[in-house]
């Protein structure tokens, strides 16, 4: 009988977001989904402070990326450097954002990561230009796996460039 309350309560708190559904075959399913949810909605409310804070010229459906796409995020300074990265960057390569804070992206690079891959993005970071490539990265267990990068600079209201941003996800 509680069960059915705490239902109609998070329908009625959750109805205006949008969020997808999940049928419910037992507690221990909706709760690791409702932390999914609670972690990823978090990590909106953060990225849209860091947008805030840092005055970008640009605004980012971090919702849509993060919830519906469902991609790891990782923002770095204008050198490079990770500043700050999603909280389900973990179930995409076992790193939890706290160990990778103040390194640079070629952590997750490897013996198999293509060369010419990772010149395309270095040559778009130096010309401050958007690209997307997929690459082989390493998990923090040493696995590789294939993933999907979208990068791009973001430059604040007065034109200068603060950060770079990618959109991130492990693809077949």
């Known amino acids: 009988m509680k069960a059915r309350f705490y239902e109609e309560a998070v329908r009625q ?3 205006n977001m949008k969020l997808g559904s999940s049928p419910i075959s037992s507690m221990d399913f909706y709760a690791s989904f409702f932390d999914s949810i609670c972690r990823n909605m ?3 409310q953060n990225l849209s402070s860091l947008s805030k804070e840092g005055k970008w010229k640009t605004v980012f459906p971090f919702q849509q990326e993060i919830i519906d796409k ?7 300074d204008a050198d490079v450097n990770i500043v700050y990265a999603s909280q389900n960057m973990y179930f995409m390569n076992g790193y939890k954002p706290d160990e990778i ?8 690079q490897g013996k198999d990561t293509c060369h ?9 970071i130096r010309n401050r230009t958007p690209f997307e ?16 990068i ?4 973001i430059w ?17």
């Open 156 to 172: 604040d209201k007065d034109g200068k460039l603060v950060n770079f941003i990618a959109f991130e996800k492990e693809v077949a």
């Open 13 to 15: 708190f959750y109805g």
């Open 116 to 124: 010419e891959t990772t010149k395309v993005i270095s040559k778009a």
């Open 133 to 148: 490539v997929v690459l082989v990265n390493y998990k923090k267990n040493g696995a590789p796996y294939q993933c999907e």
């Open 150 to 153: 979208k990068g791009a600079p």
């Open 70 to 76: 469902n991609h790891t995020v990782v923002v770095t």
């Open 42 to 44: 978090q990590d909106v």
């Open 101 to 108: 804070i103040g390194k640079k992206p070629k952590i997750f």
